[in-house]
């Protein structure tokens, strides 16, 4: 008889024969920050999440370093926004001054800025508006603007989660031209359309005032596509991939692992948060083991990287042994 049992008598030879193994090294946290001062806003739609000023952001890192969590990527809320989203590549923007903030007074943490306009343009969309419709080759100006402004500022990685044809390649060259050559890129290449990005937007305050994103994020139909997006932006100069949301899309992280050999990174977002969320405080799931399985998944899909608002809780469980 086969005996696959055998290697499941106990803790030790399953934790020998275990085939995927997680790393607190690769977890990412996204935090948000927002204009003024002293803020610590509870984020209503993502419980445990806070909009944050600098001067408030201590606690939240100590915490994550605490827990071994070493990576953070970066979300600003302006007051003001405007149509060109100026506040983006401000030199003194929520952003840029956050990671001034951060690398000065916590320099092992390794910070990440998303780069897109969607949270600082007043019509909410991740680019410059031409006729109601996002105009593609104006906006990579920009990315790379607010891109080389975040470096500037101190940021170690640009992470562009527009969606834009063309704007790894413009940030490349604008980092490259300004002697940030050693600056990599995470790009958000393969980045659906997706209803589960809900929650981000009540946080960051960047739902598009009219329309929708499905002229330059991905129908969540397709497979083929995810992969061009990725040889594109691979060939434009990405040195990391990123599939997005994790959870309802681990085929693709599966298939973009298999024609790639950079790293990827799966992000389990808002509305992966939220329903866990919800789930646990109702008592129908239990928590820890809940996000241990969709990270386990994550990596087990062939996710090198896992961006997630769970990556102290997760960091725990590590530690613990709960997952590993
Ligand atoms: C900005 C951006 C979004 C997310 C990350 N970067 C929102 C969007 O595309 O609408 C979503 C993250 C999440 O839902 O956790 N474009």
Redesign the pocket.
Same mark, same amino acid.
């Given at each position: 008889m086969f005996r696959t049992r055998r290697l499941r008598a106990n803790e030790n030879i399953r934790n020998m024969v275990r085939e995927t193994r997680i790393s607190k090294d690769a977890l990412i946290y996204?935090m948000f920050f927002e204009e003024g001062e002293n803020i610590l806003e509870e984020i209503e739609s993502m419980p445990g999440q806070y909009r944050m000023s600098i001067d408030r952001c201590d606690g939240v890192i100590k915490e994550l370093l605490d827990a071994g969590v070493h990576s953070v990527i970066l979300?600003g809320i302006p007051k003001h926004k405007d149509d060109v989203g100026s506040e983006a590549y401000h030199n003194h923007g929520i952003v840029q001054e956050a990671i001034r903030y951060i690398k000065k007074n916590f320099p092992d943490i390794y910070v990440i800025a998303?780069v897109?306009m969607?949270?600082y343009t007043s019509h909410g969309h991740?680019g410059i508006l031409k006729n109601m419709y996002v105009d593609n080759d104006s906006t990579i100006k920009y990315l790379a603007k607010i891109a080389l402004s975040q470096v500037e500022a101190g940021a170690d990685m640009v992470a562009p =989660?527009?969606m834009m044809d063309g704007r790894v390649s413009e940030i490349r060259k604008v980092l490259d031209e300004k002697g940030y050559k050693n600056i990599p890129i995470m790009a *958000?290449s393969a980045?659906y359309a997706s209803a589960?990005?809900?929650?981000?937007?009540m946080a960051?305050d =960047?739902?598009p005032a009219f329309g929708d994103?499905k002229s330059y994020?991905m129908d969540v139909h397709n497979v083929r596509e995810a992969l061009k997006e990725v040889e594109d932006d691979i060939l434009e100069g990405a040195d990391i991939v990123m599939v997005?949301?994790a959870m309802s899309f681990l085929d693709i992280v599966t298939k973009v692992k298999e024609i790639t050999n950079v790293p990827v990174a799966a992000?389990s977002? =808002?509305?992966e *948060?939220a329903m866990v969320k919800s789930a646990a405080k109702n008592g129908f799931i239990d928590e820890e083991k809940i996000i241990c399985e969709m990270a386990v998944s994550a990596f087990r899909a062939g996710a090198d990287i896992y961006i997630t *608002?769970y990556a102290k809780e997760l960091a725990k469980c590590i530690e613990k042994g709960i997952i590993g």
């Open positions: 996204p979300f998303d897109c969607c949270e991740c =989660s527009d *958000y980045k589960f990005y809900g929650p981000f937007r960051a =960047s739902a994103r994020q997005k949301p992000y977002v =808002s509305g *948060y *608002y």
